[in-house]
């Protein structure tokens, strides 16, 4: 069985208190990595993994992203990812959290993720426990986007 | 459990110092107490709390020394720095030195038993040797094990270095019970520490990167991945990344997937356990302590606890194992109960006697 495997990049993009930050989307996110891996790695790392490099889900709110890279070099894209210094200018720090051979099991650890982010972000603002916020749209909206990714 | 074992942290009056550096000898003495204002130390904390974020659990202070350590112009700027930081449970932060060696430190640099008093209060020391005889002097003589080792050996990564590396020299550095640092800073081509970049230990540019690659791969082939930390080495916040990724970016230095995952957690671990060897005579971990129980006559078993414990510990020293905890647990997380260190004594016993 020659199956074409993948691995599923679960990373959060964290802004250093730069100023402004731009709205990223996930066209930025993948040219920023393919910059990336035509300076650290040249064109033969962009080469292995080009083809098969694909931005699928980003979430502003959590800054949250799904990069879905073939197993056979996904460490390559996943160094250049670590790499990056900057994204439009603005600079962040890429904290990858998961990574995952099945789609299952990044769609949990990306809402998982977006729960804790939520959860956290609750805490700051110290709101008690009853008060319904928006936060509560949204993890509805995300749930629902991330468990329609599919292959 | 993810160590970060060089957190930068500079002088509070840097730019003085710098001042006084340049009119030298006459000037009027340091003082000996350095405070950090409430400002500087607000700066370092969003640098921790980052550290805690990505999922550090232990993390190093770093002062860093040019050339020698002079006893009278010395300041410990880290002691102050720790006790003013605010109390983060679950997080133990460390105190390091870094003496960077040159062409001038090749005579003598300080690490001598005379000034032992200043290097006491430090729980790890590193040197940067940037010439081929300063790699020796920090290879055979200060890997030794006394109560001035210094533990990490942390070569200049973003340099190109004239002299090639010998196999022996690391060899006998491991052997010892020394490791050879990989700061990460270098491959991201971020801001270096200053003090680094003023002794001309680190650079950044174009040719910084290259540099760190190839030697940072001349390193980890040297060191067949056994005797390797990796650390950031970090000034911004921006240049922090997450101990997984840094396992993975050393993986691509032609490190096993296992010895990268090594050098971020147990090997850093058994390090700062051997460095918690300065503070004791030759590397005996624990003072024998002669408990004899209440109601009982006093056993051989018990008097002759403290010699068993003595051997065993000497000969662990250099593989410190998981399992020894009664004996080798880091002071700040507490002892074990009493009647599991008991057991243990006595199953060692029983070893030692069946060895015999």
Redesign the interface.
Known sequence: MVRFKNRWLLVEFIPTSNGSATQLDGYKIWEAVRQSVLNNFGDVGWGSIGLSINVKYYSPTTNICIIRVARDHHRIAWGAVTLLTAIEGTRYIPNVVHVSGTIKQTQLAAISHNREVIARFRAQAKTSSAYKDSYEEYLKTSAMEIEALHD | MFFDLNVPVHHPQHSSAQISKKSKGKQAQQPAEVTYSPAQVAAIE?RLD?LV??GYTVVALNQTVQTAVIPKAHVNILENLVQQLKPRPGIVILKRLTIVLDQESEKGFGLTPANASIFKPYDLIALVPTTLSTLSLACLTHSQPSALTAHIIALPLTLRLDFRMKHTLVRTALKNGAVFEINYIG????ENDTVLVEAGAAESGASA?RNWWATAKEVTRLTKGKGLIVSGGVVA??????P???S??I??LGLAQDAAHRASTSAPKSLVLRAQTRQTYRAVLSDPVLVIPEGTLPTPSVTSTPTISSSDTRSDKKRPREGEEGEGEIPQKGNSTGPENASRKKKRKKNAQEGR
């Open positions: 969003p980052l974020h990505l491959a991201l081509g971020g990167k916040e921006a240049d922090l990344r997450a997984r990724d840094v993975n970016l993986t691509l």
